[in-house]
Structures are given as structure tokens and as C-alpha cells.
């Protein structure tokens, strides 16, 4: 018989002679007493725990009715051993709960501080929630703090946190009492009490700032949890710590096999939230995430490519992926993931119509469940990717209109872009946001501005001539106006534009107007192979012209030319002057054309990139005789 053998000979001979013994417990327990049944608890579950056996059902439940049958019997100490053991052993049962809350409460002030920390952990551990045994337990810790070791410590606010209560005032005194004591935390400790700060919305600048510190030498001895739980905390409540950052990353490595998904999700999320770049370890997790990407929750999905996104760190094969793995899986996110997924697809120009289509059958059916943010959000991306979807944009429109006040001036902005981008009319969306903004002018930033009348110019609606040429509009933007950036600055100009198209009159004043313009007409736009092809047959049929012709309103023309004693502007529309895969130019191209017609006098004659990618043919000199006639009837 070899070792192996003999070890699992010994292995079942003692789970006989344990069996037996548990028998016997189960036949005499009415016998035991209550610290009996307190030991009997705390010894079963620790065998649990170390020998990896499950005590049966039938103990449990035995133990469990004895529990209820004596719970006024039980002193602190017992009360405190059977609340731990039950948490160790997963038994979440509410009739036994019930009963050792109600003997704590009646022998709370007898307990010691390690079974405070015990008792509170417990019912955290087995999601057992009792406010008033809570709220009793902050009064009679809060002036023994000095007693808690960093066990008990940091079990204590962690419990606190696992269950939402709202404790302030026993946060900040323990932060006291646990600043000049975090030599004596181990790293589970830290990450524990980081967490449970972060998650509860408590957060202390000075702990915070001193667990960096004592941290970093020991992140060694941290879990992959304890080390994704750590850079979350500190994201979560937005303190920036560089130094930790750079050191976890170069650690983490090195150990990314041991991290499970939420811990990936965790850390991506963090980095991407605190803003602090790390390309080598986003490159190493897209690796480690790739084939474990079934193993990842909703929402552990939508924050990890949320973090990719808003780091703008590519990584196709991922994106791909993801797209593979969770286009079956969608019903389980909830609105908040799936408005992160669309948002991050198109923050990053990666676009699957796919994925899109998907979401917007899922959107459509839950829309209650969307907020501000998520409805400006799925706007927002679905215009930048090109995707129109009529139904939703106007389902999206009637759920914001009575909770405009909800939008910040950002959503309030990238709402109205979306519409005009993909140019889709909502004109009582546009007429109640030009109330609801004209009230609001004062938390718009440079870029929610611009964007805003940018899109109202694009719009044209009527409510666009009282919102876009109001005084106190025309004074933000003369206030703001050295924070504008160069995209800023040409949204601005063709406000201005609109201003003289609708009032006869620059909007802005002189010097303004003219950077403005300086700027705007400074973009070049390389011309296209499409461009040079057109350019190449109207040259061969005889037609005098000219390229990229520059005019007064700081627009240019693809191709300006005399046909027949006639001139034509003539714009050669590509695919990205197109909503998406659609045959309907974007807000931008038809706002560029409707001005050089209102203020140059220009007739534009508009060559669709399908039309003239429709004329094929396997003898080259057909086609190229289908081209000229095309030119012909077109200018014609």
C-alpha cells in the first residue's frame, strides 16, 4: 500500500469515528447547555473550515433549534462564539439570526471588544442586517476604541460598510484611534479597512495618505483581492497616490494568473478612475482577460472596457471579444452597463453594429430603468458611432423631458449634440432645454457651450433664436472665451455663422468673430481617393475647376467649377459625411451645406460615395464612359 493510499485509508477512518461522534451529539444535545452548544458551534466550524469537510445538514439544524430553544441563556461570550461560527459555516437561517440578535442587544454591554468586532462581522458575513443591534453597538464601541486591536478594527468598519449603515461619527473616531496604531495592521487589515472606508463614503485623507505609506513596503504580502480591493478604495474616493499606483502595477505583473475577474475588473477601473496610466499592465490584463472573459460578470464586462475606454488604451482583440462573449448574455446588464458598454465602444472608435443593435433591442424594452446620465450616455454614443435609431432616440426624448432638472449641464450638452449630430428632430426636447439652460448658464463649462450651440445652430429650431442670441449666452461665451480650445472655437464660429444666416448680424464681437474664422478656415482636411478619382474624370472630360476653393464664411468647397457657363460647387460626400451605414448625411454635413447656401449663394450639388462606387464593370472602358455620363446628368 503506497502513502497515498494509507492517507486516504486514515482520511475516511476519521470521518467514520467523526460521524459517530456527531450522532452522539445530535441524540444528547438537549443535554449540552449553553456553553456546550456555543463550543460545539465554534469547534464544528472550524473543522469546516481547516479539514474542508461539511458537517451535515441535520447538524446544523439541530444545533441551530437548540440555539433558539436557550438563546436567553447565553452569556456575551457564548452569544459572540455562536454568531462567528455561524458566519464561518455559511448559515444564514433569519429564525436563528433573529434570536442572537435579540441576546446581544440584552448582553451587549458585557461584551469584549474582540466580540463586538465578531458579532458585527457575522451578521455582515451572512447578510443579516439589524439597524437598531447596529446603532447599539456603535454606542457602546465608541468609547472603548482604545481597547480594538487592528482585528477588530478593521472587521468593524468593514461589517459597517458590507451592510450600508450610516456611521460618520464612529468612522472618524476609529480613523483616529487607527492612525498612529497601522504598524500593528497586517495587509488584509489595510485592504479591508481601505475598502470599507471607500465603500461606506468615508473617506479620511490623513488614513488614507499613512496606508500608502505603510503599505507599499508589504505590498508582497497582499492577496490579489487585498490588492485590487486597494486601488479601488482609493479610486472610489478619488485620493490620488502615484507612488502605490506604480509600485502595484510593476507587482501586479507578475501575478495577474492569480487574480480572479473582479479583481481584473476591479484594478483596470481603478487606474482608468484615478487617471493614472499604466499601458504595460492594461496590455498584460487584455492577455490574461482574453480567454477568461465567460468568467466576468455584467458588470465586471461593462467596467473593464469602460476603463479601457476612458484611458484610451486600444485593444481590439479584447473589444472583440467582449462583443463574442456578451451579446447572449445582455439581459443580465443592468442599465448603467449597458449604457457604459455603448459609451466605451464609441469613446474608442471601435464599433460593432452588432453589439449596438443588440443594446438597442435591450434598451427599448427597460427604459424606465435608465437615468440622466445613462439616457445622455446611449445618445451620445450611438451619434458618435453613426448609428441611427430613430425609435430610441425619441423614446429617449419623452423619458428626459420631465427630468431635465436631473441633467447636469454636460448631459444637458452631449443630449442636444447627439441630436444634431445624427440629425434627428426633437424639437420639444430642444425648446425645453433652452428653458431649462438658460437658467443653468453658470455651471457650463467651454466645451458644454460650445457643443450646445453648436448643436442649436445645427438644429435650426425655432427655440434657437431666443436661447442662442440671449444676452446672458453671448456673455458666458465672451467670458470663457481664452478656455476654448481649437474644435471648441470652430463650433463657435458657426454659431456665429447662424447668427448672420438668422439675424443678419455676427454674434460675436469683431475681434472675437475673425479668430474664430482664422480658426476655423486653419483645419485642412486631406482630400480623398474618391476626391482625386472625381477630380481625375473631370479633368479628362474637359471641365475647367478648382479644389478645395476657400470661401468668405471659412468653409471650403471639395471642387468649384463652370459647367455650361454655370458655377457649381460640387461636394464630394464620403462615408463619414454619412450617419453611420446610412444614405442620410450627418448634422455636420447638412449644417455646412445650409450655410454656404444662405450666406454664399452657392447651389451645392452633392456626389454620394455609392453612387459613383456603384459603377463597376469588368471592361475598364465602360466604366469609365458610366462615369462621364454619371458627371454629366449630375452637373447638368
Not at 450522532?23 to 469547534?43: L, M, Q, V, W, Y
Request: hydrophobic share 40%; glycine share 2%; aromatic share 10%.
Amino acid at each position: 500500500m503506497n502513502n497515498i493510499d494509507r492517507n486516504d485509508l486514515r482520511i475516511k477512518r476519521n470521518q467514520e469515528r467523526m460521524q459517530l461522534l456527531l450522532n452522539d451529539t445530535i441524540s444528547s444535545i438537549e443535554k449540552f447547555g449553553p456553553r456546550n452548544i456555543a463550543t460545539t458551534c465554534h469547534k464544528l466550524a472550524k473543522l469546516e473550515k481547516i479539514c474542508r469537510w461539511k458537517i451535515g445538514e441535520n447538524v446544523w439544524r439541530c444545533l441551530e433549534s437548540e440555539i433558539i430553544r436557550i438563546s436567553e441563556s447565553f452569556s456575551a461570550r457564548e452569544i459572540a462564539n455562536i454568531a462567528w461560527a455561524l458566519a464561518k459555516a455559511k448559515r444564514s437561517s433569519p429564525a436563528v439570526w433573529s434570536q442572537v440578535d435579540l441576546a446581544t442587544l440584552r448582553c451587549i454591554n458585557e461584551f469584549k471588544s474582540q466580540e463586538i468586532a465578531n458579532t458585527v462581522w457575522a451578521c455582515a458575513t451572512v447578510d443579516y442586517y439589524s439597524p437598531e443591534l447596529f446603532d447599539k453597538i456603535e454606542e457602546v464601541a465608541l468609547p472603548r476604541l482604545c481597547e480594538f486591536n487592528s482585528q477588530d478594527i478593521a472587521n468593524t468598519v468593514w461589517a459597517y460598510a458590507k451592510t450600508n449603515h450610516s456611521s460618520p461619527h464612529l468612522f472618524k473616531n476609529i480613523a483616529d484611534v487607527a492612525l498612529p496604531r497601522l504598524c500593528e495592521f497586517n495587509s488584509q487589515n489595510i485592504a479591508n479597512t481601505l475598502w470599507a472606508y471607500a465603500k461606506s463614503g468615508h473617506p479620511s485623507f490623513d488614513l488614507f495618505d499613512k496606508m500608502s505609506k505603510d503599505a507599499l513596503p508589504r505590498l508582497h504580502e497582499f492577496r490579489s483581492q487585498a490588492i485590487a480591493n486597494t486601488v479601488w478604495a482609493y479610486a472610489t474616493v478619488c485620493q490620488l497616490s502615484p507612488q502605490l499606483f506604480d509600485r502595484i502595477a510593476e507587482l501586479a505583473l507578475f501575478r495577474l494568473h492569480e487574480f480572479d475577474s473582479q479583481d481584473i475588473a476591479n484594478t483596470v477601473w481603478a487606474y482608468a478612475k484615478n487617471g493614472h496610466s499604466s499601458p504595460e499592465l492594461f496590455d498584460k490584463i487584455a492577455v490574461v482577460a482574453l480567454p477568461r472573459l465567460r468568467e466576468f460578470s455584467s458588470q465586471a464586462v461593462s467596467n473593464t472596457v469602460w476603463a479601457y475606454a476612458k484611458t484610451g488604451h486600444s485593444s481590439p482583440e479584447l473589444f472583440n471579444e467582449v462583443v463574442v462573449v456578451t451579446i447572449s448574455r445582455l439581459h443580465e446588464f443592468n442599465s448603467q452597463a449597458l449604457a457604459n458598454m455603448v459609451w466605451a465602444y464609441a469613446s474608442i472608435d471601435h464599433f460593432s453594429f452588432e453589439l449596438f443593435n443588440k443594446i438597442e433591442k435591450v434598451a427599448l424594452s427597460r427604459l424606465h430603468e435608465f437615468n440622466s446620465r445613462e439616457i445622455t450616455n446611449m445618445v451620445w454614443a450611438y451619434a458618435k458611432v453613426g448609428y441611427s435609431s430613430p425609435e430610441l432616440f425619441d423614446k429617449f426624448a419623452k423619458l428626459a423631458l420631465p427630468r431635465l432638472h436631473e441633467f447636469s449641464s454636460r448631459d444637458i450638452a452631449n443630449t442636444v449634440w447627439a441630436h444634431a449630430a445624427i440629425d434627428h428632430s426633437a424639437p420639444e426636447l430642444f425648446n425645453k432645454i433652452a428653458e431649462v439652460a438658460l437658467h443653468r448658464l453658470r455651471e457650463f463649462n467651454s466645451q458644454s457651450i460650445s457643443n450646445t450651440l453648436w448643436a442649436y445652430s445645427a438644429s435650426n429650431c425655432v427655440s434657437n433664436i431666443e436661447f442662442s442670441s440671449h444676452p446672458r449666452v453671448l456673455h458666458l461665451v465672451v467670458s470663457l472665451f481664452n478656455m476654448f480650445n481649437e474644435e471648441e472655437l470652430c463650433q463657435l464660429h458657426q454659431w456665429n455663422l447662424w447668427g448672420r444666416e438668422v439675424l443678419g448680424e455676427n454674434l460675436l464681437p469683431m475681434d472675437l468673430s475673425e479668430h474664430c474664422l482664422t480658426v476655423f478656415s486653419s483645419v485642412e482636411m486631406l482630400p480623398s481617393k474618391l476626391h482625386h478619382d472625381v477630380v481625375c474624370k473631370l479633368h479628362e472630360i474637359g471641365v475647367p475647376l478648382r479644389e478645395k476653393v476657400p470661401l468668405k464664411t471659412g468653409y471650403s468647397i471639395d471642387i468649384l467649377l463652370n459647367y455650361h457657363g454655370k458655377n457649381i460647387a460640387v461636394e464630394v460626400n464620403g462615408p463619414s459625411r454619412y450617419i453611420g451605414q446610412s444614405q442620410k448625411q450627418s448634422g455636420t454635413t447638412r449644417l455646412k451645406h445650409r450655410q454656404i447656401g444662405n450666406l454664399e449663394n452657392f447651389k451645392i450639388v452633392s456626389l454620394p460615395f455609392w453612387e459613383w462606387d456603384n459603377i463597376t464593370s469588368n471592361d475598364g472602358e465602360i466604366v469609365s464612359q458610366k462615369q462621364t455620363e454619371y458627371l454629366k446628368q449630375l452637373l447638368t
